[in-house]
């Protein structure tokens, strides 16, 4: 008998989170009233949990926490909107239905995410049902782009790449598709759909998730070699590509239980690089993707959320009872897992042909935030490139933005259009800068201890001239800032990596792989910026003069001794 199953009968031990998601009777418990509610700008905790399935999460500006309390007014509570794209493909009327609900409601700026998803701030609450509406209207939707479900399905983000990738952008739709909710509850709520009778318990609304969903939030990223571009380890469930000698799609790689996520001080919490369990053909990985998500939803730890991910459901079994389980659901045993090779996990910025004869350019998007400022106007810039239909849109997992499906007819005019607003490759930046990554952190995230985009860009201003004089101003070099360890920016498969632990304050990670294959290792605790910048310059200026012909920076800390390798989650910390 699954766990899902003794929840719903309130007979196994759940944490208040669970209890809540079983009182809402398929994700619809009491919003609609909660919105309504002319009082207040925020919603009750319990509203709160049971609206990030809907895509949303309340927050408040952090900056004007203070003197609105002095004001004795209530926080300046905002929601923040995720709008899921499989893959971050979507169209020029797509782009244009996101400008638009940006500026009518989220403060003239898209934040694009590390999951190829598009991130809204500022968004009231009384604006909420419109803006989802309006999302919608676009033929996207902000369902499960959160919430104890599986997120937005992330792959290669051009399709056009090769007839390989092509297939593998619809594998990842397909994926995504198969595993959405299946409740009603988002279309009565948001899209005014028809009301369905109120559900009894053990009438199922939902074949594969049940009546409570997953104990936390689960992954999917598909890769394509050489290309680690969606940092296949870090995900719930990773997909790696295999192709045979005539670049015709095999099958897949299985990988399981990668995930970044962890709390400082708790060594009970900790990253994890999933771990390779065998190979599907193509038609059967839906198959395996719903199969895997089902042994979570059942035997996934819903009494404590921290320990609810789907990694430490496979490191408190053994992988191979997990591979055992999996057999037995699936009925058939999955094949060795086949040879492949990664050589990056970063973007290739520029100008690309594609495998259709249409050129694809990827535009340096600096920590994913899409606005106007003086001499970059990216914001208004892309609205003018999509009022022209002459392209589709791709959004990077590593933040940025590739322009793809353009003609050569076309691509002088798009050209025009990038120099025009300032729009550019980041050619003119540092590799150091090309290959950085921050997650939003403060003044919106709830969670975030210290600053993150915010801080990140001074941060490597004042690194680079170290760089210059020693040469490394071309070396890429993976760094990545969060402002907590929750891990949305991946930081903990960087090279460099920084994760915030009070204002101001950070612990200083190095040694992970530069293909996104290993974890880093904590080299120094709570130091601020003149001790970062202090610890940096030896080791910038070692790693200059005593690399070995093709050593990445991660390599070369392990080898110098500045951390040790880490070899496993548990080992993360150690």
Known sequence: ???????????????????????????????????????????????????????????????????????????????????????GVVTSEQWLAMDSVARKYGG?????????????????????????????DAMLSTLAACGDVNRNVMCNPNPYQSEVHEQVFEWATKISNHLDPQTRAYHEIWLDGEKVADSQEGVEQEPIYGLVYLPRKFKIGIAVPPSNDVDVYSQDLGLIAIVDNENKLQGFNVIV?????????????????????????????????????????????RAVRKHARFKYTIDDRGLEWFKDELTNRLGWKLDEAKPFSFDHNGDRYG?????????????????GRIKDEEGLQLFTGLREIAKLHISDFRLTPNQNLIIGNVSTQKKKKLEELLHTYGMTDGSYYTALRRNSMACVALPTCGLAMAESERYLPSLIEKVEPML????????????????????????????????????????MYLGGGFRGERLNKLYKENIGEAEILDSLRPILARYAKERNPGEHFGDFTIRAGYVKETTDGMNFHA
């Not at 207040?40 to 004007?64: C, P, V, W």
């Not at 193509?282 to 198959?287: F, K, N, R, S, W």
């Not at 100008?351 to 920590?367: A, D, E, M, P, R």
Request: with cysteine.
């Open 108 to 136: 003239d700026t898209i934040r694009l995410t590390t999951r190829q998803s598009f991130q809204l701030h500022g968004v009231i609450k009384w604006n909420l049902k419109k803006t989802i509406r309006e999302v919608n």
């Open 351 to 367: 100008w690309v042909k594609g495998s259709n004869g249409k050129w694809h350019y990827t535009l340096f998007i600096q920590n």
């Open 468 to 507: 210059k004089e020693i040469g490394l101003l071309e070396e890429d070099i993976v760094v990545r800032m969060t402002g907590c360890p929750n891990g949305c920016a991946r930081p903990m498969l960087a090279e460099l990596a920084f994760i915030g632990k009070a204002p101001g304050k950070y612990n």
């Open 1 to 87: 008998m699954s766990n899902n199953h003794l929840l719903s009968t309130n007979s196994a031990p759940h944490s208040d989170v669970e209890e809540i998601k079983r009182r809402t009777n398929y994700l619809r418990g009491n919003l609609e009233e909660a919105l309504k509610d002319p009082i207040t700008g925020a919603i009750t905790e319990d509203e709160n949990r049971l609206m990030k399935f809907h895509g949303s999460y309340m927050q408040d500006d952090r900056d004007l926490r203070n003197e609105r309390n002095k004001q004795k007014l209530e926080p300046a509570y905002q929601f923040m909107l995720r709008v899921r794209a499989a893959g």
């Open 257 to 301: 239980g990668g995930g970044m996520g962890m709390s400082h001080g708790d060594p009970k919490t900790y990253p994890q690089i999933a771990k390779s369990i065998g190979f599907c053909r193509p038609e059967q990985v839906i198959d395996v993707a719903e199969k895997i998500v089902t042994i979570q939803r059942d035997y996934g730890d």
